[in-house]
């Protein structure tokens, strides 16, 4: 379960975390190495926000 701050907001995911540790967390496949970085991902497709790609 994904931290939330006193509003309620989900807290960012950090940007060197690697893609392999968001598969397993999410049970999603993102058709890249496991040791590429999220933010490098994030940036390659476009999405600002891990959020915004969980939600795509």
């Known amino acids: 379960m ?3 701050n006193q509003k309620g907001q989900f807290v960012a995911k950090r ?3 690697k893609v392999g540790t968001i598969e397993e967390k ?3 496949d993102l ?3 496991s040791d590429t970085k999220l933010g490098n991902y994030l940036e390659e ?3 600002k926000s891990l959020a915004e ?3 795509k």
């Open 2 to 4: 994904r931290k939330k």
């Open 15 to 17: 940007f060197d975390t």
């Open 26 to 28: 999410y049970g999603v």
């Open 31 to 33: 058709g890249v190495r």
């Open 45 to 47: 497709k476009g999405f």
């Open 53 to 55: 790609m969980l939600r």
